[in-house]
Every structure is written in C-alpha cells, then in structure tokens.
C-alpha cells in the first residue's frame, strides 16, 4: 500500500512513511515505541481482566481528540483521517486502547511481535508526537530547499537523513549569537522575568477580599489564612509568560511582599501573594535555552512557511 502524501518540499513529495522512517533514523521514535509498548501490554493486560472502557468514556475522549484538532464535524474528522490512510473505527480503536492501559497497573512493555507492527504504526499516526515529527523534517527539508540542497528525485538507496540533520544543526547553531540573544531578550523581557508566588484559591469573592485585606493590612501569612479557613494554596515559580495567562496583569508590575489578585483567574477566585521577582540575564542558563529555542523556532517556521506544502492537517489547537 503507498504510504499516504504529507508534504511537498520543492519537488519533492515526503509522505508519512518518510516521517515516521525519519524519526526513527533520529532515535525518537525508538521512545515513543518503548512507551506504546508499555501501553500496549497494560491494555491487553486490562482486557484480561475483564476490563474496558464504556462508551461514555470513549466517545468524551474521541471528542477530546478531534476538538484539539479543530475536526468539529464528522467529514472534517473523517478527510483528516483520511489523508492518512485511516478511519474513524482506527480512531475509536485506539483511543479505547489508551483508555483501556489506564485501567491495569502499570506493566514493563513486552518486546512487540510482527502482528503488533500494524497496531504500533496506527497509534503513531494519530499521537500527538507525530505533528512534532512531521514538522520536524519539514523545518529540515525547508533548510534544504533554501540552500537549495535537496535532490529532486527520491533514491529508495540513498538515505538523505543524516546530511539534512547535519545541515539543520550547523544551520541552528549558527544562528545562536551573544547579539542576537540580547536583542531577544530586550524584546520579550516581560516573559522571562522569574516570578516565584503563592497561589490561593477561595469559594467567594468576600473570602478572598478578606484574605487580601488580612495579608496587606494585618501582615498575615497568605498560606496562613487560607490554610486557617480551609483554602488550598501552593507556591508556583516559573517564567511570567509560562503562568496562567490571566495572573499575568497583575503580576507584571506586582513587587515581593504584594498581594494581589487577578482580574481573570479562569473562572476561579484567586489571590497571588508574591514572593520573589528576578529580572531576567543572560547568565542564566534556562533563559539562554529558552532563547535559543525560540530563535531557532522562528527562523526554520519562516523557512517552512517559504519551501513547504502541506498536504495533510498537522496544527494542535489546544
């Protein structure tokens, strides 16, 4: 059976099959296999014993999956299955599958048998590692086209592999300068600050005023009053573009010992007491990571943008 088409990088067509073969090449796949097979053993293990999801429960995840993919009606489900050589049973299969593995102990994956390969490839299709994989060697094949490296015509002999992943990251690094990491940080300072805050949730608006009160006022312990009154509270650190975009407002320009609470919480009732703020350098390694990551991001998304066709749907909308 031809492997179905996922891409168009020049005058090349990549298909799925070349996804999955270049992943492997990469050794990611090898992960994503060890873990299914973990999966797989837990869910026969379940079946076994008897044990299966109800359809409640697999039509809410079915529902879960396609809502994440923006497939809202069946025929947009079914043509975004259908670019991949799949069908809606493949979907309910698997995804019975993965609820079913949640109903055993967790086991060690047996080694997969020949059979199993056909399981092993349809749950590899519809995971949400594979938009990562195929996105991955289109970033790669864009690269090519840029430089204008690609061949045009696919050699079942030649493996081109292992020159597109040499190219991509010489092509990365080269992009990482001490320049180019202070522009980027001047540009998004406000996401890279280090924001360290307790975090209380209350059941009423007057309960969390009087918190707030208390804590401003009286100098009470945050963690103290909520605890007092039964409320959780947890202490959460992070980068601020990393915390829930709703505290964002009222932490951007909030100070260590302010208590605050934000304007838009998700539909909770929150109260933010902060606790430390650290401006963000370039001595510090997680913000250099996060830097270089982005840089990279942005460069080979514009080169895919430029060089690359999609021929099936690989975006995440949540």
Known sequence: MTSPSAFQGGLRVFTVDDILSAAEWRGVLADFRTDWSRRLTSARTAEAEGLAPDAA????????????????????????????????????????????????????????????????LLDALLADEFTVWARDLAWRVALACEEKTLPSDPNPEIEIWPELEERFVSAGAALITPDRRKRELAAQRLR????????????????????VLCAREAGSSLAGIAGVNGFPCQTVAGFLGDLPEGWR???????????????????????????????????????????????????FSELESRHIRWLINVELTS
């Open 249 to 299: 407002p009222a932490l951007i320009s909030a100070r260590p010992g302010d208590v605050v609470r934000p304007p838009d919480a998700d539909g909770g009732i929150i109260v933010l007491n902060v606790l430390n703020r650290q401006e963000p350098a370039l001595d510090d390694v997680a913000v250099c990571e996060r830097l270089d990551t982005e840089l990279r991001d942005r460069h």
């Open 57 to 120: 429960a697999i039509e809410a995840a079915t529902d879960a999956f396609r809502y994440a993919r923006d497939l809202v009606s069946a025929d947009e489900c079914d043509r975004w299955l259908g670019d991949r050589g799949l069908t809606f049973e493949d979907l309910t299969a698997s995804v019975t599958r993965r609820l079913q593995a949640e109903m055993s102990d967790p086991v060690e994956g047996c080694e997969p048998e020949a059979d199993d390969e056909p399981i092993f």
């Open 192 to 211: 890279f600050l280090r924001v360290t805050v307790e975090v209380a949730e209350f059941d009423s608006d007057p309960a969390a005023r009087e918190a």
